[in-house]
């Protein structure tokens, strides 16, 4: 046991001075001593997410779960590792895991994870939109290659029929008209970049200047960001506006506007970093 | 909290106060995170600061908005210390709001610029705060760690 800990103390000094595959090394020699202690786990984990080994981090969370599920922040090494991974459900999961984890323990760590779920929140959001971006000019190139063949096809059987020139021309030009027009409806249809990006109010802490992830609501009616108001209430428990006492134990989650908070970004996700 | 998150929400005030400010206060430099420096002047008749421009000098550290931003008036040739009771000839301004205890982090930049004008405006004593001559000579603090006392909140 105490050899075990003397090689994670010997890690912990190697991580600090940024020597990733040595810290791992000890960390490792650790867990066959001792491979029942949680925190080597996410010890090791950090040194991986270090070097980029975003499965083998994976899986040192998920033995650290296995041994405490309640980990906050094996659930968050998970998030880091797998948003690296671009499994945003899965980031977005474990980010929220660890959120919760932290406001139940009261974690110092509360800032940082409701920045990295912002982020979580925003990458996803950026994928999907990526995605229907390309699904959609897809969508139009097919249209039209569709049209195009239906023109050419109906200009052959023509031909073959004996039309004469100016009945060929006739039938090109409506077909010209149609394709325009499909391609109209699909301009139409694409979000305007310059369309009014705009965070409404009641979506911002006004402490952070962020989009809440977890809004709590004080006495006086006014929410705020729960990181942001409990870093503010650490120092001086007394309400922002009206300076009547206040203490973290007082505040309340906003529900209705966390669902509201929640909606505008699932559609808005440009706003997670506005 | 981080750098980051100083660094996050004063981007954001910034983006904000270039696009518009309040009537006199004009945004001056804002090139980094740690420093921004402002103009702000009076609007009404008051015959103390007429046809005068302040330079205000912003600081800001890694735990802003929890904590103040330190605010002081700067000297220039075309930018004296606005004559106040609570405000020093060196520029340190005794005001509750940029003190730790009156300090709330849903105040901005802007707030404090406009809190600066009202203060100006309100006042009619053209004379400093007592003991200025000393204090000047002596301190040695920055203004955080003045530990002021604030005698007459009504002026």
């Known amino acids: ?274 | 909290m981080s750098t980051q998150f100083a660094a996050k929400r004063l981007s954001k005030e910034l983006s904000k106060i270039s696009s518009s400010l309040p009537p006199g206060i004009e945004l001056v430099s804002a090139d980094n995170f740690e420093e921004w420096l402002l103009d702000i002047r009076v609007l009404d008749n008051n015959p103390l600061y007429q046809n005068q421009t302040y330079r205000l000098k912003f600081r800001f550290g890694s735990s802003y908005p929890i904590e103040p931003p330190e605010v002081v008036f700067v000297k220039l040739p075309d930018r004296p210390i606005p004559m106040h009771p609570h405000i020093y000839s060196n520029g340190i301004i005794c005001l509750d709001l940029l003190g730790q205890q009156g300090w709330s982090p849903v105040q901005n930049v802007e707030s404090v610029c406009m809190s600066l004008q009202s203060m100006l405006t309100g006042n009619s004593k053209n004379e400093r705060p007592p003991g200025d001559e000393e204090f000047v000579r002596g301190n040695r603090l920055r203004p955080k760690d003045i530990e002021f006392y604030y005698h007459d909140n009504d002026v």
């Open chain 1, 1 to 274: 046991m105490a050899k075990s800990l003397q090689l994670k103390e010997e890690g912990n000094r190697r991580f600090q001075a940024g020597d990733y595959p040595m810290a791992e090394a000890l960390y490792s020699q650790a867990l066959i001593v001792d491979p029942s202690n949680p925190t080597l786990y996410t010890n090791r984990a950090m040194a991986r997410l270090r070097m980029s080994q975003w499965e083998n981090a994976i899986a040192d969370c998920n033995e650290c779960l296995k041994l405490s599920p309640d980990n906050m922040k094996a659930h968050y090494f998970l998030s880091q590792a797998h948003l690296a991974m671009h499994a945003y459900d899965d980031a977005l999961e474990h980010g929220l895991r660890a959120h919760s984890l932290c406001v139940k323990t009261l974690d110092k760590s509360l800032g940082t994870i409701t920045t990295h779920v912002l982020k979580c929140k925003k990458e996803r959001w950026d994928d999907m939109e990526k995605r229907r971006i390309r699904e959609t000019s897809e969508l139009e190139l097919e249209v039209v290659g569709l049209l195009e063949r239906e023109r050419d096809q109906t200009l052959r059987e023509a031909e073959a029929a004996d039309l004469d020139e100016g009945g060929r021309k006739e039938i090109r030009e409506e077909w010209e008209r149609k394709i325009e027009k499909m391609r109209g409806v699909f301009e139409k249809a694409r979000p305007k970049e310059e369309k009014r990006r705009q965070v409404p109010d009641w979506a911002i802490d006004d402490i952070s200047f962020c989009v809440m992830v977890d809004p709590v609501i004080t006495k006086t009616g006014k929410s705020y960001e729960r990181a942001s108001i409990v870093e503010h209430l650490r120092r001086q428990p007394q309400d922002p506006l009206t300076r009547e006492s206040l203490y973290i134990s007082e505040l309340r989650p906003n529900l209705d506007l966390k669902q509201a908070c929640d909606e505008f970004l699932e559609e808005n996700g440009w706003a997670a970093d506005w």
